[in-house]
């Protein structure tokens, strides 16, 4: 039932640490997730950097934060400034180009605090790829919600088990967040031979689940089998997310710049370097530098989480 288990991969982003799970050398994408980080868990001491993440620019990608806990404050070239707190989505589509920060509130940093969520990267498909770009918030009553006999689920973007979320997507996929009691079974959204998503995977924020008779932590996602309908049990309390979709078609992936033209990232390059993308009105103090070419052409992964 599993095609493979990815460990997610431990990176120090200056104090903040998160897991990268995708884009993993065996398995670039599943469906149109082109990317996916889990930030933390971490707890912060009164005065701590959490989440500070400067002015950065990204293509060709819809980007979504998703919190278990903590807030973290979005500012964008757009305009637009909005705090993202747990049960909540902040969905921003780049298209063609913009530029934003994630940081933590003033505030808040003076309070300290947890910092747990998961950021995604959803490529666009190739009409879409050059749209304008966009940013959306939506509140817990844009994300059908369910509970029921120690299971709680929230749809946070695209459609599953009849519901659909109020994010507007652009591709066909689910995203879906399960809070599981010890012992509780539960059913991901259907693959491709009952009429469903044709890339699934489960990915294990917190606690243990049971796929089948493999074992999954904290840290792991399992790509599951395009025919496959297991069913999942909670070994202990855990978070989990499950998330899939349609393919898009191949993507090449360089710093925070998503396309499926290598000329196209050549050009956010220059622009990004040459100063032609403007800053957030509201963060224009500073800005992350395009990182020096290496030596030997690669396909360097992204540096960051957002």
Known sequence: ???????????????????RILPFHARRMVGPFVFLDQMGPAEFAPGADSVNVR??????????TYLF???????????FTQAIR??????????????????????KKTQGGPMHGMQAWIALPDEAEETDPAFFHHGEPDLPAYENGGLFARLV??????????????????????????????????????????ERAVFVARGSIEIGDRVL????????EAH?????RALEKASVMLLGGEPVGPRIIWWNFVSSSQARIDQAKADWKAGRMTLPSEDSL????????????SKPEPTHPV
Do not use: C
């Open 1 to 19: 039932m599993i095609e493979m288990v990815i460990d997610a991969r431990k990176k120090d982003l200056g104090g903040f640490e998160v897991g």
């Open 55 to 64: 002015p950065h620019p990204h293509i060709g990608l819809s980007t979504l």
């Open 69 to 79: 806990e903590g807030e973290i404050m979005h500012r964008d070239n757009l305009g």
């Open 86 to 107: 747990p049960g909540e989505v902040n969905w921003m589509t780049a298209g063609k180009g913009i530029v934003h920060s994630e940081r933590t509130d003033p505030l």
């Open 157 to 198: 973007a695209g459609e599953a088990y009849g519901a659909a979320a109020s994010v507007k997507t652009s591709s066909p996929l689910f995203y879906v967040h399960w809070e599981m009691e010890p012992g509780v079974r539960s059913a991901p959204p259907p693959g491709k031979g009952a009429g469903g998503m044709s």
């Open 217 to 224: 932590h904290a840290g792991q996602m399992a790509v599951l």
């Open 228 to 232: 496959a309908e297991p069913t999942i």
């Open 286 to 297: 500073e800005f992350i530098p395009l990182p020096e070419e290496p030596a030997v052409a």
